[in-house]
């Protein structure tokens, strides 16, 4: 990888491809001179970059990462992020009342002032090329906004937060890209390089001008969680600095206004019932959204309400139940590690049955269930109850998604039990996500 250490003067080819591609639609030139290893000029400074030169920017190693090395003729600039983000406070009905400037400058106007490297400025042009910035935007005014509130007066520290949320999905960049257009549907072992999105972006970051560790470190985290159960390395509780969590949760909450007022919904259900992944000072954020009128006025799927959905639900929760003996008795004669994420993965488990329970679906037959929402004829009912079902069904697929990620720290045999624990468990609940 283009952003690895030991390979740093190894160029990416899919990080590569983008650049190229950017590359047709406006000038790209080499900032400096680009040598090869041991001294040779693959392309002096001022010079053009055109598909011409992939090959040799992919058989010969450099002395410099090509990160550092290139610009575009018309890069994103800070006026622009303003601009931009500006534009999106103004048309984003959801948005704009969850960015409050508090008594600081306009959001925009701070974003604007960002300090941008030429590095940083190529790879915010390479996400705006491929129309992933305002995704990046929406994310650093959630942070920026709340980093206010919850980090009075640490000015550089919002700076290094937003910047860090511009830049939270570049690792994506060295990403094979049919990959990430089937990511919501990939298997749990195939969305494993999906889940490496956050280190590659560490490693390329820490060194970059412009960036640097502390920026790295918050991109690092953008998809950990507070109860361990995030990505890519499963810290939990202290290890999880609250600076850290405001990125991570502006990047999920972003990502849900983007996906419409259904997952807005399931969201905030799901911080109601499966508690513990955020400081409580950042849900209120996710039930403030979800009570917006805009987020609650959407239609359910006609059939997704059905008999079957309901039903292979319950048999997966009622096959949870029965697993539960069976792991604990593994627990008992298994490694640290392997008991450890079994912990991990049983009190997931535990929570998401809670919830199950605490709303009610579990008290009624399927039959009598969508009877007395038939009989109600409660839109809204409607609404709660397939939001509720599918968060359960997500977090089901969820559970053994980052059981596969947290087994290659085990050995063959301990981590055959903790795949064993998941098929079993998910086989029933796949059907019902379908």
Known sequence: MGAHQEAAAEVNPHYLNHLLACGARQELMARQDILVEGGACLLSQGSRIGPAARERLLLNRLTQPLEACVQF?????????????????????????????GRGRPLPESLGRLELSPSVQALLTLLADQRRLPHALRVALLTLS????????????????????????????????????????????????IASHPLIAHRLLQRMEGAGPAVAAAVLDHHERLDGFGFPRGIAQGAF??????????????GLLEAGGSALLRASIAARLIPGEFHPALLGWVHQAAQAPQARNWEPAPLALGQVRVERLARALQQARTLLPWASQQQQRASATLSQLLDLHLAR??????GFSSAGLDSLTP???????????DAELQRDLQALVDEF???????????????????????AVLHRLLAQLNEPAQRAAA
Do not use: K
């Not at 931009?84 to 048309?91: F, I, N, S």
């Not at 007066?153 to 089937?182: C, F, M, S, T, W």
């Open 349 to 354: 488990l535990r929570r998401l049955l809670a």
């Open 73 to 101: 003729q018309h890069p994103v600039t800070g006026p622009q992020l303003a601009e931009q983000a500006q534009q999106l406070l103004e048309t984003d009905e959801l948005l704009a009342p969850l960015c409050p400037a």
């Open 367 to 377: 039959d009598a269930l969508l009877h007395s929402v038939a009989e109600a004829q």
């Open 393 to 415: 069904c997500w977090r089901l697929q969820e559970l053994e998604r980052e059981a596969l990620l947290h087994s290659s720290r085990l050995g063959a045999a301990e981590a």
């Open 241 to 254: 600095p609250l600076d850290h969590q405001v990125l991570a949760a502006a990047e999920w909450l972003a």
């Open 146 to 193: 709340q980093a206010r509130r919850l980090l009075p007066g640490q000015v550089e520290r919002h700076q290094q937060l937003a910047l860090a949320a511009l830049l939270h999905d570049v690792g994506e960049l060295y990403l094979d890209p049919e990959l990430l257009g089937q990511a919501d549907t990939l298997a749990a072992l195939q969305w494993r390089p």
